[in-house]
Nanobody, 126 residues
Framework: QVQLVESGGGLVQAGGSLRLSCAAS????????VAWFRHAPGKEREFVSA????????YFADAVKGRFAISRDKAKNTVYLQINSILPEDTAVYYC???????????????????WGQGSQVTDSS
């Protein structure tokens, strides 16, 4: 079992930045691909970004490409999502998700992930 705890959400001024954290406990995180999804009111949950277990490869949805960054710190068992130049359409609850995978494998489909965090609200204050 892996437990994921998210932190770092909040209210951000237009064009501002913040960093979400996804800390894992219960089992080593190093063999898990991790992704971020978001769910905005009135919209379906959507894929945001993913990072492979090695951390060597990262992927982003077109809507966030160039503005968001994803990284992982294996020593801290934590994955980060850096949100820059926030837009109103970035307002959503953000979820991290993890699944055990082969090296360099990742998924954009939420159903492929086994473990989920509780969600963290990010709001553009504009």
């Amino acid at each position: 079992q892996v437990q994921l705890v998210e932190s770092g959400g909040g209210l951000v001024q237009a064009g501002g930045s913040l960093r979400l954290s996804c800390a894992a406990s219960g089992r080593t995180f190093s063999s898990y691909a991790v992704a971020w999804f978001r769910h905005a009111p009135g919209k379906e949950r959507e894929f945001v970004s993913a990072i492979t277990s090695s951390g060597a490869s990262t992927y982003f949805a077109d809507a966030v490409k160039g503005r968001f960054a994803i990284s992982r710190d294996k020593a801290k068992n934590t994955v980060y999502l850096q949100i820059n130049s926030i837009l109103p359409e970035d307002t959503a609850v953000y979820y991290c998700a993890a699944t055990s995978t082969y090296v360099n494998t990742w998924y954009a489909e939420a159903g492929r992930y086994t473990y989920w965090g509780q969600g963290s609200q990010v709001t553009d204050s504009s």
